[in-house]
């Protein structure tokens, strides 16, 4: 929708097909029905490539602020959330609104309901098969995401378009996806609904957000942003206690020498979880008999605690895919196919994935932008 909106304001003939019956249902669903739509934070190193400069140009000429200004123009009121994140004060629905209204301004027509079949190329036009009716075009965007959430309609439709015509693939794997742990991890599974705030890390990638367990593992915005960086047979690291300085446990038994361990623990973590946790280390009992090193080591623990976790809950509860259409066959500036001109990529679609919290909407907006200026 912005690409075609952004092309159709400058003069170009635009078609938006989608097989949906309605546009935009991943907007409608995203940040609990208000749609976290960008980040003030936008900065290519906040996305994940296999070029890692290829998201520069894009994000560069066609910023967070920018589609705040548009946002504002319709009078749309947001707020600001943790770091950085914009959401609607009211619905997910006014951004689609909004961008449907930039559509009709621009004269884009839409055809919902129907797939795009059978397209080919030749004499600079591409074919496409819209049910019976054949539709021809000098130009052709792919814009239909990966195949994260399928239950809203989501497909590898443009993986395999790219394909047909030449253009390489990064193996796309499901990204800002909750983690799940294998039987030796069974008693955190039964913590399903606790909460806490830890630092969670795999190689050198660290976040410090909400960690939630689930009944089958690891969920919340702290284990969706490790989820991009994490690999089959990684394991990652959790801080359980970011917010405590080196010897606070010893500086607790110096002042309270008859408090209890889990009493300690349980100050600053969810009861529940204090108790998972000092079952797996097996030690209970007061401060004061405990040596120094003995809770030197249970700090250290605590804050190094290691997980493997058994897989991911896949593309079906993935916010989106990492990987796609390779970045090497795109220009970073237009977004079309070097090997066809004519031919675009944007938005998910392109081995472009974006941290939690609105990045992923501003990939969107900026590479569709990108393509709409260029088309």
Not at 3 to 30: F, M, N
Not at 268 to 275: M, N
Request: with cysteine; proline share 4%.
């Amino acid at each position: 929708m912005m690409c075609a909106a952004t092309a159709g304001q400058r003069g170009r003939r635009v078609l938006l097909v989608d097989h949906e019956d309605a546009p935009g249902k991943k907007i409608l669903i995203s940040g609990g029905g208000r749609c976290n739509f960008t980040n003030i934070h936008t900065a290519p190193d906040r996305y994940l490539s296999a070029n890692p400069h290829f998201a520069k140009s894009a994000l560069g000429r066609y910023s967070a602020q920018h589609f705040i200004a548009l946002v504002d123009s319709y009078g749309i009121a947001w707020h600001e959330k943790t770091l950085g994140q914009l959401f609607c004060d009211g619905s997910a629905r006014q951004i689609v609104a909004m961008l449907a209204d930039q559509c009709e301004r621009g004269g884009v027509t839409l055809r919902l309901g129907v797939a795009a079949s059978d397209i080919e190329y030749g004499d600079g036009l591409f074919r496409v098969m819209l049910g019976a009716q054949q539709i021809a075009a000098s130009a052709l965007v792919l814009a239909t995401g990966g195949p994260s959430i399928p239950k809203l309609g989501a497909t590898d439709f443009a993986y395999r378009t790219a394909k047909h015509f030449g253009l390489s693939i990064v193996h796309p794997h499901p990204a800002l996806v909750p983690l799940t742990l294998g039987p030796d991890d069974a008693l955190f599974r039964e913590l399903s609904g606790v909460s806490a705030e830890v630092e969670v890390r795999c190689g050198k990638t660290r976040f410090r957000e909400a960690a939630l367990f689930t009944h089958r593992g690891l969920s919340g915005p702290a284990m969706l942003q490790i989820s991009s960086y994490w690999q089959h047979r990684d394991k990652i690291l959790v801080n359980f206690t970011p917010g405590l300085a080196q010897g606070w446990l010893i500086d607790e038994k110096r002042a309270r020498p008859r408090t209890m361990l889990r009493r300690a623990l349980a100050q600053q973590l969810p009861e529940r979880l204090a108790d998972a946790l000092l079952d797996r280390l097996g030690v209970q009992g007061e401060l004061g008999a405990m040596t120094d090193a003995m809770l030197r080591n249970i700090e250290a623990r605590l804050a190094t605690w290691t997980f493997a976790p058994s897989g991911t809950e896949g593309f079906a509860k993935a916010e989106v895919t990492a990987g796609g259409i390779a970045t090497s066959d795109l220009s970073s500036r237009s977004m079309e196919a070097k090997k066809l001109p004519g031919l675009y990529a944007i938005g998910e679609a392109v081995d472009v994935t974006g941290w939690l919290g609105g990045y992923n909407f501003q990939w969107a907006w900026a590479s569709g932008w990108a393509a709409g200026m260029a088309l």
